[in-house]
């Protein structure tokens, strides 16, 4: 695994040790980072699921200003500490490394740009109420503007309400829907005020 672009492009990354996380291919990750560049400069990035951290930190390589990582694997929020670590990026990332679904319920204003939601595929058929729960409490979250990147199977789905597609893109058995707050009937996007 490795940064390909921006300031930290070429930056090795440690991989994970086990088949929990599922990281990006190189080509994958470019057509993905095609599409939010324009959003990255100056933003905040919320990682949810975050491995190893390869995601964020092409956010931050990207010129995000900062990036809050969500890893409960012992294992993989350690590799993902050491990989800040390895692009000298503290100062700009925090790492989450309990339970997200409980730092959502206590923590109900943020001001993100960007949030990657990629679980494992097993949430999606054990525990689809919970990602359904989290869609909503990103409404107290997410910028009116902002994008959630959600990455599952192909041969699943789910909806996320107040999240809307905007577009779904495939890449072999893998689907990436990006999303949005939906707008009310003002035209403005949904938020939890």
């Known amino acids: 695994m ?42 905040v990035v919320y990682d949810c699921f975050a491995g190893t951290g390869s995601m ?8 995000a200003r900062h990036v809050t990582f969500f890893e409960t694997d012992r294992s993989a929020a350690t590799r993902l500490r050491k990989n800040i670590d390895t692009v000298a990026a503290a100062d700009r ?32 058929t054990d525990q689809p109420e919970s990602l359904q729960k989290l869609a909503t409490q990103f409404q107290g979250h997410l910028n009116p503007a902002g994008v959630v990147v959600f990455r599952h199977d192909i041969g699943d789905s789910l909806a996320l309400p107040p999240l809307q597609i905007n577009e779904l893109r495939t890449y072999g058995s893998m689907a990436l829907e990006f999303l949005s707050l939906a707008a009310t009937n003002d035209g403005e996007p949904t938020t939890d005020n």
């Not at 996380?21 to 400069?41: A, M, Y």
């Not at 964020?56 to 010129?63: A, D, I």
């Not at 989450?96 to 494992?120: C, E, M, T, V």
């Open 2 to 43: 490795r940064i390909i672009a921006g300031e930290f492009r070429g930056r090795k990354l440690l991989g994970p040790e086990t088949e929990i996380t599922r990281p990006l291919t190189d080509r994958v990750k470019q057509s993905l980072f095609d599409i939010l560049s324009p959003n990255l400069p100056d933003a």
């Open 56 to 63: 964020g930190l092409e956010c931050l390589s990207r010129g």
């Open 93 to 124: 990332a925090t790492v989450i490394g309990g339970d997200l679904f409980k730092w959502f319920n206590s923590h109900n204003r943020g001001n993100a740009d960007l949030i990657f939601l990629d679980p494992p595929y097993r949430f999606l």
